[in-house]
């Protein structure tokens, strides 16, 4: 009988214990996807229940198109209202997982008679999957090591910020789906290289197709596999279960991969498909290199096998570089090379480079997210490493590749969030393993193994995995236990309040309605977003083209039900610049490309009144600059700055900025709000001119502009700042 | 003051006496017709003996006639009529609760009201104008039998009118002045001795138009569709409203681009112009909960409800649950705004149950009157929870058409039974109550729980039955790790 | 006769300076090897509101007691432009021209254009002629991409006849280094394979890379960031922002603090005494304690509204 550190009860059969850890888990399991689901209803409950942001106004469109009118229809939609006047061909243009779920998910509930309208499956659907999430980081992490990490990982990956910021109720975007398919794929994916399954294999291609239907970050799974893959080979680690894994998975995914119009032949075509494609022929050649090596023994022909098959491996690989140089394998698109030329995007596709959420990470981003999973991550990197089966060499890659991705692109921080906390909950998991071990070793005994698994010890709910003790010795006395436990609870409460302190400050604000708090503390809704669109919805003709900067693209077409010039799809970029250069032109300039184009309404957004950042003429220079692309010779971004350099709204204004459409819009008749006082910018802290004049006829071209005097927002500090710069800079 | 905006209540008083006792002549001894300026509502009082008297409506007038009632003056209950329609005019020929002795007198109000009735004009302003409205009519309340003395009164809510028509050919009947302003009364007559005027010959010779040009300092509203769905509920013992509205600012249509600012400089010196409308008041019933106002693109956050507790059974009618409900954007003439709003009440505030046969007897309400404001069309739903038998209702006043359909909703089998219901220009006076009996059994009480314990069931059975069945080909081998 | 002759050459002078015509320029351009050294007068010749040609003119400021770093970095750029450009055959060449103008040669033209800082390219495009836009006004050229030659020479390709023909020059001593390394290394690489072999090389590496990525390294690499603030601060105020100091300590307190996890996690438990080993139980906890606060304290200065705290 071994010491024991504290009483462990010993008339248990091991049945008893075994079912009663199974009810735990359970339990534990669904508490963990309660809590998950209820720490994104903030929005919900400060708010309402409402589709946030820019995309998913676009999603939640497309699937009423979808709810309404079926699938067929859904699938054959062109959206003449999009891109006006080129239109938009939808169906061939979404990854359509999202409204699919959304829809199946409707119709299911339809037809049980529960009348469940269609915007609160798509404002609870990222909630509802965070739970799925959860569960799979469980599955995931139980292969990794055992169940009581994989319960860890999933309660961390069920309140990490860094998952919530994409799944709140409302944030109906590719995120919400995507996340779990991932981590769900990546499960199947280890199960079936554990294995050897084809059965796992294919059920991993099926749910890869689910992915590639659902989101644009598919290609991450694209090309983590085949790393794996290869790093397997080249580790000497080729096995029979891996090929059967990889070939299964491989095959079934990409033909059903093309099934999905958006992505059709891309994955035989493109750069990014190509690794996934070449680790498929690498794994024929090793397999057949170790078919022949099997049955033939002469030394010099293995000698020439292993020429032969890096001879034909090279050759591959030239023939790729050769089909990329002529054009037939389309290079890196602009979105992924910007990933590892990072300077590439600010330089020849501003539109991506405006886009906050693809700005690089700070420190402080990390931390908001994962808070202390960002030191416990390492530390179970290095515990994988210590027993460096084939399944831990794919967390390790994980870590490392996304901990890239996540510096360059805020935006990638959701991949890089799942790996940490099955990292971090490894770490944990080990850790308590070792302190809540009851077992004491024997002391001054050397070198002696724990004591034969047997009794007691067996029974204790924190049985570790025999590998991991059989090295170690353990830990002698309770206090010793007691203040690492303790301290251990400590982080992870104090994990918890930051979570939530997080989630429901910086990242559950609509931001279609925003919030500000009066001297007194009361709440105002500030919301002049949905008034300018529901006026544009009720009054004005149904085909009125409405002109506003890409970013309410969407917002437009979802909320007011109009034609628009340009949209979050920021497909062409040419119109892009038009609009760029209509609000950047004078009058005179913008008046005819407005006529042109049929532009009945144009709609600003100017937050000069109440001290609203996000607004049209913080984002002006990127119009201009976008604008410039397109025509240099009549767009010049140093035009818009005062002689010494400066961005200037008041009267030292430049005088290409006076006179552009952009600025008279907004300042048109701002003035006037202040009485005979100084009028002042609230955003920009200048003062703002007198006397603009907009001389548009006003037959045609409306103005709305959300100038209501409300309070200044007094809260919004770093937090919420740091949010609202996701969505644009 | 009760705002009547886009309804011109029109009174016609008529003093009837009976010229021949027995026979079916009369002779109105004074008619006084009071047109309440606002939207269009018209009161007729006529005063009549013996067993049928007619009152005549010009066909103009008729067509905008939403409801007609008659009553003894003085007196609350309605008396009946029907309508005979002829090339010029209507006739609506009234019982009278008793007959008229020779040479008596009765006073017959003869009200009918007028939706659509004005019309803005000019029929474009600009934010900070005037608003002005027309309304027509014929100038001689018409009668098949000769009339004293008849006069027409025509009163707006301020004191200010554009103008009037000056009658023509009026000579052989005007003792002073065919039409005489005083304060916000324009009153046309007396004019005496009129003939029986419903004759072809009359109304060419003197019948004639009027149109009073005045102004209006409310908004004029018009709700041109309303949905209205009531669900009765026994499980949650609940009566849930809800309204979808699409309102319309019938105004003169905004010229020019409204401007934020100038509504804004209105507001702060307190003369809004009378064209906008900011807000709307509602009166809910007492003690509702859950009250919701949305629109397509989701919550509206600008209302203010305060509830009004429910009074104790069997008092009277408590007071009203006002909600101030405020649009997205304050509604310009011209202007659309469609939003929904409902709430959840109390069934038992609703709804009586008789022990001895069964019968659940449930109150609806027709509309929620908006004050001033018509409502052209309606569609009421009432919904009866799942298994209601023996469906039947009573209408204070018929519907354009009514049926018995079947509602599916939530964890329904077979569906409930639902009433549905079509009307046209509705005002204030038609909120009134639909009273709908019917019958549930115990069974089709608990019929929805069983269903779904029963599918849990199913689902718990169907779930262990494939956890204990091996499907796989080969034998399960032992985990490889 | 002589005063005649001064006059002469006064009035010629002056035609002379009025107008400096086109081949002027041209022989000018060829003597400054493409550049043409301006001053007041020939800066109004080359602008001159008839010009069938187009130009590119650096305003610089390269004498030593102005210390204009930047002019000093850009002038080599724009001299190799405009080298290129003297390559092009001579129809072409002539129509467009390269011009630099020193602060201290033409302070008034400075003055005139209103300039307060340099390096600046005006661009000038033709008014006259067949190529003619129909504007006279010049387009200044951000140095958005920076002072190299290369997105100078692209930019002005667009108001040049043919685009100019430039060539980044090829940089033999960085590709022999490339080279050299890449033989080195691998030369290296058999040398220390048994230590690439080890696993703990690649967890160090791994770590190391994951460490420094998550401790913002990128952010500073894209944005360029500083090393430290320009009043020695090495701590950037504001959320979104950070200096190349801080990826070094975040880096440090998160490898500390993971290392401590490792401590308790797996160096401890073997440790044979049991005094010795709470000891060290007590200084990792302790660690782990005082180090977190740190980082707590440290994201309070970046994101001065978060509410909690620990010991510091």
Known sequence: MPSLAYPVPTDLSPATVKNTASLFRIVTLALISGAAIASRLFSIINFESVIHEFDPWFNYRATRVLASKGFYEFWNWFDPTAWYPLGRVVGGTVYPGLMATSGVIYYLLQALNLPVDIRNICVLLAPGFSAFTAWATYMFTKEMKDESAGLLAAAFIGIAPGYISRSVAGSYDNEAIAIFLLMFTFYLWIKALKLGSALYGTIAAVFYFYMVAAWGGYVFITNMIPVHALVLIFMGRFSHRLYVAYCSWYAIGTLSSMQVPFVGFQPVSTSEHMGALGVFGLLQLVAFANLVRSHVSSQNFQKLLRIAVVAIGALGASAFVFLTYTGKIAPWTGRFYSLWDTGYAKKYIPIIASVSEHQPTAWPSFFMDLQMLMFLFPAGVILCFRELRDEHLFVIIYAVLSSYFAGVMVRLMLTLTPVVCVSAAIALSSLLDVYLNPVEPDEEQDAVAQPAKSGPADAAPSTASSKSTSSTRGIFGIDTRLVVVFNTLWMLSFFVFHCTYVTSTAYSSPSVVLASQGQDGSQHIIDDFREAYYWLRQNTEEDAVVMSWWDYGYQIAGMADRPTLVDNNTWNNTHIATVGKAMSSSEENAYPILRKHDVEYVLVIFGGLIGYSGDDINKFLWMVRIAQGVWPDEIQESNYFTPRGEYRVDENASKTMKESLMYKMSYYRFADLFGGNQAVDRVRNQHAPKNIELGLPRRGVHVRKLDRPYLPSQERGHARAGSEERERL | MPMKWASVPLALLLSVTSALCGSSSFENTAIVRTVELGGAVVHVTTTTALKTYTVALGKADREKTSLVEAKVKGQDKLLSYTERVEKDVSLFDVTLPKPLAGNKTVNIVFENIQTHATTPWPETAEQRDDQGLKYTTGLFVLSPYSTLVQRTKLKALVPRFKSYTEPKNVDAFVGDAAVTKAGATVVYGPYKDIPASTNANFIEKYQQPITVHYYHEQPVLEVRTLKRAVEISHWGANINTQDDITLYNAGPKLKGHFSRLEHQMQGYMNKPAPHILPALNLGLPPGIRNAYYYDTIGNVSTSKLRVAPLAPKGAQRSQFSLLELRPRYPLLGGWNYSFTLGWDAPLESSAAYDKKTGTYTVSVPILTPIPGAVVTDEELQIILPEGATDVNYALPFPALSAEIGTHVTFLDTVGRPSITLRYKNLTVKNAQDIYVTYKVSTLAHIKKGLNVAAAVFILFALGGIARRVDLSITPRKKKVQ | ?312
């Open chain 3, 1 to 312: 006769m002589k005063s005649l002759f001064y006059f002469l050459a006064l009035c010629l002078g002056l035609a002379y300076a009025q107008k400096i015509g086109q081949k002027e320029l041209i022989e000018r351009a060829a003597a400054g090897n493409g550049v043409i050294a301006l001053d007041a007068e020939t800066f109004d010749a080359l602008t001159s509101q008839k010009r069938t040609w187009s130009a590119t003119i650096q305003f610089t400021a390269l004498a030593a007691n102005r210390g204009c770093m930047p002019c000093k970095q850009f002038d080599p750029a724009f001299n190799s432009v405009a080298k290129a450009w003297s390559t092009v055959s001579a129809d072409k060449r002539e129509l467009h021209f390269f011009a630099t103008l020193d602060f201290d040669k033409a302070p008034t033209v400075f003055q005139k254009l209103g300039l307060a800082s340099a390096p600046v390219v005006f661009a000038y495009p033709a008014t006259e002629g067949p190529r003619k836009t129909g504007r006279t006004a010049p387009t200044k050229y951000d140095f958005q991409d920076g002072f190299d030659a290369a997105p100078l020479a692209q930019h002005l390709s667009k108001l040049t006849p043919i685009p100019i023909p430039y060539r980044d020059p090829i940089d033999w001593a960085k590709h022999i280094m490339t080279a050299g390394a890449i033989i080195g290394s691998g030369i290296l690489l058999r040398a220390v394979a048994p230590i690439l072999l080890t696993r703990w090389t690649w967890a160090f590496a791994g770590v190391i890379l994951s460490l420094v990525m998550t401790s913002g390294y990128m952010f500073t690499r894209i944005r360029h960031s500083p090393y430290t603030g320009k009043d020695g601060s090495w701590i950037a105020g504001g959320f979104t922002n950070q200096y190349g100091q801080e990826v070094h300590v975040i880096a440090f307190v998160y490898g500390l603090l993971g290392l401590a996890f490792i401590m308790l996690t797996v160096v401890v438990p073997m440790q044979t005494s049991a005094a010795k080993q709470r000891m060290q139980i007590y200084l990792w906890t302790a660690v782990i304690m005082i180090i977190y606060s740190v980082l707590v304290s440290l994201f309070r200065v970046k994101n001065r509204a978060y509410p909690y705290r620990l010991f510091i």
